[in-house]
Nanobody
């Protein structure tokens, strides 16, 4: 069982920045995909950024390209989501997730393990 724990959410003014962290344990040593997803009020869960560890490849939703960056720190067993230029439409619960697949996958259904989520509010 993979336990994922997010942190770093909070409230910020439009244009500000936040960095979310995901403690992913041993999962960062595998070649799988790790991702950040979000659920905005009244919306379905959507992919924000994913990192295929084995291929060192990333993918971003069009709405966050150029503003968000997903990275990992293998030594610290952490996956980060750096969010810059935050806008009110970025307000959501953000989830860290890990996939069993060893290639780049972007859909929530392709992820097997999820954190509890962290709230990000932009005003």
């Amino acid at each position: 069982h993979v336990q994922l724990v997010e942190s770093g959410g909070g409230s910020v003014q439009a244009g500000g920045s936040l960095t979310l962290s995901c403690a992913a344990g041993r999962y960062t040593y595998k070649r799988n995909c790790m991702g950040w997803f979000r659920q905005r009020p009244g919306k379905d869960c959507e992919g924000v950024a994913v990192l295929w560890i084995g291929g060192a490849t990333t993918s971003y939703a069009d709405s966050v390209k150029g503003r968000f960056i997903i990275t990992r720190d293998k030594a610290k067993d952490l996956v980060y989501l750096q969010m810059n230029g935050l806008q009110p439409e970025d307000t959501a619960i953000y989830y860290c997730a890990a996939s069993r697949f060893w290639w780049l996958v972007t859909r929530p259904s392709e992820y097997d393990f999820w954190g509890q989520g962290t709230q990000v509010t932009v005003s």
